[in-house]
T-cell receptor, first 116, second 112 residues
Framework: GAGVSQSPRYKVTKRGQDVALRCDPISGHVSLYWYRQALGQGPEFLTY????????KSGLPNDRFSAERPEGSISTLTIQRTEQRDSAMYRCASRSVTGTMNTEAFFGQGTRLTVV | DQQVKQNSPSLSVQEGRISILNCDYTNSMFDYFLWYKKYPAEGPTFLIS?????DKNEDGRFTVFLNKSAKHLSLHIVPSQPGDSAVYFC???????????FGTGTRLTIIP
């Protein structure tokens, strides 16, 4: 696609429900990143993939958070038993090559999650 | 533990003048630095970057300066234009580590 696409753009869910956030990276991009951004803060790293392999999940806050990218393209970030503190903007980014970050990452518009 | 700090939440600059956005970092392992620009309701977009082997990188109206000894970098925009009004994020990464660490952002407003 032309850019990184995330869906849904907005999600309101009740506390305790599970949510799945989707990221469709730029076609052919190898690396895919998930970030979370609270209001007034910068994006905070959650996890990333090279192809289908999850390389680093050190930023996932707890075991309610998980991510997958089974075919090395679309990725899903799942939050189980959501809590109000999970409310944030969830951003996905993709890069065309692996290796260190000496190339730019392209961000999607994000999914605004609100847990009520 | 905020490893990348942008101490000015906001900055207002007259159109045509120079805008200087500052960023400090604490992790001496960081060796690559980027600036991202963000408009409302959009994702951050890459603006300019610099490797630790350089102290300056210029791209049109945008120049990034890196002072490794002070662990400080700055973004200069000259001349500033109304379309530069946005939130600017400083980000850094360490060799062999693909994740970016972001600052909290500076909202730049260019006054016509």
């Amino acid at each position: 696609g032309a850019g990184v696409s995330q869906s849904p753009r907005y999600k309101v869910t009740k506390r305790g429900q599970d949510v799945a956030l989707r990221c469709d990276p730029i076609s052919g991009h190898v690396s895919l990143y998930w970030y979370r951004q609270a209001l007034g803060q910068g994006p905070e790293f959650l996890t990333y993939f090279n192809y289908e392999a999850q390389q680093d999940k050190s930023g996932l806050p707890n075991d309610r958070f998980s991510a997958e990218r089974p075919e090395g393209s679309i990725s899903t970030l799942t939050i189980q038993r959501t809590e109000q503190r999970d409310s944030a903007m969830y951003r996905c980014a993709s890069r065309s090559v692996t290796g260190t970050m000496n190339t730019e990452a392209f961000f999607g518009q994000g999914t605004r999650l609100t847990v009520v | 533990d905020q490893q990348v700090k942008q101490n000015s939440p906001s900055l207002s600059v007259q159109e045509g003048r120079i805008s200087i956005l500052n960023c400090d970092y604490t992790n001496s392992m960081f060796d690559y630095f980027l600036w991202y620009k963000k408009y409302p309701a959009e994702g951050p977009t890459f603006l300019i970057s610099i490797s630790s082997i350089k102290d300056k990188n210029e791209d049109g109206r945008f120049t990034v300066f890196l002072n490794k000894s002070a662990k400080h970098l700055s973004l200069h925009i000259v001349p500033s234009q109304p379309g530069d009004s946005a939130v600017y994020f400083c980000a850094a990464s360490a060799w062999g580590n693909e994740k970016l660490t972001f600052g909290t952002g500076t909202r730049l407003t260019i006054i016509p």
